[in-house]
């Protein structure tokens, strides 16, 4: 059964589910693209900005924590409201 995307519940659903799937693609690419990359400089300027107060917190190393918990938080939060939307 698949969500539908006419309410407001299923359309935040589905925000939240892109919102995390361009952050896992911004990890990788942080990780393995060049910095001349367009993708990665338009999600850059998307994701640095929600990332900063986070990455002052976290260390720095070659994966980007603050990254990886925000999808985390995302998926959750995406999850909770299947769970209680079906």
Do not use: H, Q
């Not at 910095?35 to 640095?48: E, G, M, P, Q, T």
């Not at 999808?71 to 959750?76: A, E, Q």
């Amino acid at each position: 059964m698949g969500l539908m995307l006419s309410d407001k519940v299923g359309l935040i659903i589905a925000f939240l589910n892109l919102t995390a799937f361009l952050l896992l693609v911004y990890i990788i690419l942080r990780v393995i693209a060049d910095s001349r990359s367009r993708v990665y400089a338009v999600l850059d300027k998307i994701f640095s900005p929600v990332l900063a107060p986070w990455r002052r917190l976290l260390p720095c190393r070659r994966i980007d924590a603050a990254a990886v918990i925000l999808v985390v938080l995302l998926r959750l939060i995406a999850f909770t409201r299947e769970r209680n939307y079906r």
